[in-house]
């Protein structure tokens, strides 16, 4: 495609510099010792950074390592100059005390490269959960010209002829096996069959929506998100994303330019029609922070919570990645809704062209795996809002609730969409686990279970612990799940259907701390209500008692994160963080 004029680049600053000679020499003198040429670096051409999140610690992003080549190949061929770095690893399964308290990390230091070395554009390779968010937040901040290469999802698994997706699958055994119905053997060869390639999550947990929302809110190419890791179009996209990396340098368009208040509401109706995790509603709050956009925690419900689920994928859902992307994949979905008028249309995006042109032709070919919006797998799919003095801002998954659950708790005549129940409080999961058995407990099937200091001061990070199980005597009796409320998240993958997200949180004396075992919560799904029913008198009293117990800080950076974290409404951010933004307006000064 014909550039728009040749303009003066960020890189040349550092490489052909007039004025500074010296610092010329010097910024260009080390990259000659691995074999690039002064020529190449004195050329003009755009130097396209590719942030490589994938490693042997980022199993889900690993396909990476090899897409690299594709997307330096696109890169080179398009006239620019590809540099290669390392980003932070974020594995959602195995970063303990959680991932989440490493988004920011790898946000910080992501930023620091953008702003701080000689890159005209970068493109952003996302995969695992919060990969995806971290990347976005620091383009915002920095506003280079940016894009998003998934890395997509693993191919179906299979266990004794049934599909079996990653995450959801070890919700399903453990409770299998808590009911006696399966042996330790049976629950590890399941859950190892859900994961027969590279790649992501292929259910649509938090990894899955995450590239998906990437793609809706207009940060990669249309169809990136949902192509499996090892399909050979997974390697055709990444060429043509590091193709269009330096054409977007050359139009000089930036996060700044597609990341609106409107690209985010798409973003929202595009999570409820997907069956998105509940993990969307913090990382949405981030990324809409640093793109300097208001979005407000209502949004959810006056946007997102009448759209109809219309991806019939698991946790939600039936079927898994691969059929999803045969299907015609986010695009599809997003046909769906712009033709009900729920897609504003002219949202710009990294393609070159508008959302609508995007869309143009991208009906589904699979009806069993996406739906028409008038025939959806289920009416009103998004989060409802929930408020009341244990949080002021709590959500709950909608698509995930299911007519068992709705009759048991929500259905009784006169009183539909209430529920009471007596509130057993666990502070922490290690009491979760120790004491949910304890018949003295007295748990049934009234009871709701709640989780505190789980939340990113608490725990800290945030920990994915809400959707905690029956006990054991009660799954035997065929009841699979309860009402379960916490103050931290829970898992993309799972079908809890619970409330979470509580903010503020226990550990920062939100409503959760003031709990007690035996006390009535009441949950008015109708008015978006969940209240302790306690007095005013006793609450004031139990604000004298000493805060449940928290962990001690184990780490540096868990004492940095503490101290500056925002709590889950919010995004969970930096603390003023948000205030730079658009910062590579201004190069950075020398450094001699």
Not at 381 to 399: C, E, P, Q, R, T
Not at 526 to 550: F, H, Q, T, W, Y
Request: some cysteine; overall charge negative; glycine content about 10%.
């Amino acid at each position: 495609m014909a550039h728009p004029p040749k303009r003066r680049l960020r890189s040349q600053d550092w490489f052909d510099n007039p004025d500074h000679l010296d610092m010329t020499a010097l910024y260009l003198e080390r990259f000659m010792n691995y074999g690039i040429t002064p020529e190449e670096l004195r050329s003009g051409k755009p130097v396209i950074g590719i942030a490589q999140s994938g490693s042997d610690l980022t199993p889900c992003n690993r396909v990476h390592m090899d897409l690299v080549t594709r997307v330096r190949d696109g890169i080179r061929d398009a006239g620019g100059i590809p540099i290669v770095f390392p980003t932070h690893p974020i594995f959602e399964n195995c970063k303990r005390p959680t991932a989440a308290l490493d988004r920011n990390l790898a946000y910080l230091g992501l930023v620091e490269v953008l702003f701080g070395y000689p890159l005209d554009g970068v493109v952003l390779t996302t995969g695992c959960d919060k990969t995806t968010p971290s990347a976005l937040m620091a383009a915002s901040t920095v506003d280079i010209p940016a894009i998003v290469l998934s890395g997509g999802p693993m191919l179906d698994g299979w266990h004794d002829g049934d599909l079996v997706g990653s995450g959801t699958v070890i919700w399903r055994m453990r409770r299998k096996y808590a009911a006696g119905e399966i042996d330790r053997e049976e629950f590890l060869q399941a859950a190892l069959e859900s994961a027969p390639s590279v790649g992501h999550c292929n259910t649509m947990g938090t990894a899955s929506t995450m590239n998906a929302l990437a793609e809706a809110l207009g940060m990669s190419l249309t169809g990136c998100g949902a192509i499996p890791a090892p399909y050979r179009e997974r390697g055709q996209m990444a060429y043509r994303t590091g193709r269009r990396a330096v054409e977007i340098v050359w139009e000089d368009l930036k996060p700044s330019d597609i990341l609106t208040r409107e690209a985010f509401l798409n973003a929202i109706r595009v999570n409820s029609a997907i069956g998105g995790s509940t993990n969307a509603q913090p990382h949405l709050a981030a990324m809409a922070k640093h793109a300097g956009v208001e979005l407000h925690p209502e949004d959810w419900q006056v946007h997102g919570l009448d759209i109809p689920l219309l991806a019939n994928v698991q946790p939600a859902g039936v079927y898994l990645g691969e059929r999803y992307h045969r299907a015609g994949g986010t695009p599809a979905v997003m046909w769906e809704l712009l033709q009900a008028g729920l897609i504003d249309p002219s949202c710009r995006t990294v393609t070159g062209q508008s959302m609508g042109d995007n869309l143009e032709g991208r009906e589904a070919t699979d009806r069993e795996v996406i739906l028409p919006f008038a025939q959806p797998l289920r009416e009103r799919a998004g989060f409802l809002v929930l408020s009341g003095n244990l949080f002021d801002f709590a959500i709950m998954k909608m698509s995930v609730v299911s007519a068992e659950f709705r009759d048991r708790y929500l259905s009784e005549p006169g009183n539909e969409g209430v529920f009471e129940g007596k509130a057993v409080v666990f502070d922490g999961s290690e009491d979760y686990h120790k004491r949910i058995n304890d018949p003295e407990l007295g748990i049934d099937e009234r009871t709701i279970l709640v989780i505190r200091g789980a939340g990113p001061v608490g725990w800290p990070g945030s920990a994915e612990v809400v959707n905690m199980q029956p006990p054991d005597a009660l799954l035997k009796r065929g009841i699979q799940s309860l009402p379960t409320i916490g103050d931290g998240r829970q898992s993309g993958t799972a079908d809890s259907p619970s409330i979470l997200n509580a903010s503020p949180e226990s550990a920062v004396g939100g409503g959760l701390s003031l709990l007690r075992s035996g006390d009535v919560i009441r949950i008015d799904f109708n008015k978006g209500r969940c209240d302790m029913l306690v007095g005013d008198a006793e609450i004031a009293r139990r604000k004298s008692e000493p805060a449940p117990p928290i962990p001690a800080d184990a780490t540096p950076w868990q004492r940095l994160y503490r101290q500056t974290v925002t709590q889950l409404s919010d995004g969970a951010i930096i603390e003023g963080a948000d205030d730079f933004r658009g910062i590579a307006r201004t190069l950075p000064r020398h450094n001699h």
